[in-house]
């Protein structure tokens, strides 16, 4: 499945780095440490050049917007048997505000689903390549992360939901109703020297998007 053309993405950014997400709820382009390094997905390249979808199973629709004056991005999919909001932003510093926001970007891409009506089954495929797709990320299960390393990078994937692992790939199944919330964070970090990625919850990381932006404009 080839991720479409970069008009269809949504943009998300911390003052470091920048993250574009397509319609179908694929995160196609990542470079944690920042806007010109190497990419965790890259899947706007190539399709095996790394990705992170969350979307509904079948098929849906989609409506998108920001939430208002920030870059804290709103899917909604509605498909025959409900509707889902996928909310996702770039984490900003906690308590960053004016001028300080970007400074210390944490380096961490959470992604909120929420029920909105009826029940959603959705799925999440979660497949890293570093340096461009060049290197498959190891992945091994540490306390309640999944950590994928490679190269002189770190990702720390916490979820809320089951995943089974295949080699350099994650696979997970779950249902939405309304009034449910599961959240997502994905954490980096380089490798040697800095300690691990930063653990935040999301839906607390979209609060905070949402007032460092507004307090930034």
């Not at 944690?32 to 399709?47: E, I």
């Not at 380096?107 to 497949?127: F, N, T």
Request: charge should be neutral; aromatic fraction near 8%; glycine fraction near 10%.
């Amino acid at each position: 499945m080839r991720c479409g053309r970069i008009a269809d993405h949504g943009f998300l950014a911390d003052g470091r780095s920048a993250v574009l997400v397509d319609r179908a709820g694929s995160v196609n382009w990542w470079c944690p440490a920042r806007f010109d390094a190497p990419s965790v997905f890259a899947r706007l390249l190539d399709d095996d050049a790394g990705h992170w979808v969350i979307c509904p199973e079948g098929r849906f629709s989609t409506e998108r917007a920001y939430l208002t004056d920030t870059l804290v991005l709103r899917t909604v999919f509605t498909t025959a048997t409900g509707s889902v909001a996928v909310i996702d932003a770039l984490a900003l510093e906690p308590g960053a505000r004016g001028h300080e926001v970007g400074l210390r970007s944490p380096g961490m891409l959470a992604r909120v689903v929420r029920g909105l009506s009826g029940e959603v089954p959705l799925r999440l495929h979660y497949r890293p390549r570093f340096e461009y797709g060049r290197m498959i990320a190891q992945l091994v299960r540490q306390d309640d992360a999944l950590v994928a390393s490679a190269a002189s990078a770190r990702l720390d994937l916490r979820a809320t939901i089951p995943l089974v692992c295949e080699v350099g790939e994650a696979f997970g199944s779950f249902t939405v109703r309304a009034g449910e919330t599961r959240g997502f964070t994905l954490g980096y970090a380089p490798a040697y020297g800095a300690g691990p990625p930063a653990v935040l919850d999301a839906e607390q990381v979209i609060d905070n998007a949402v007032a460092g932006c507004a307090a930034a404009g």
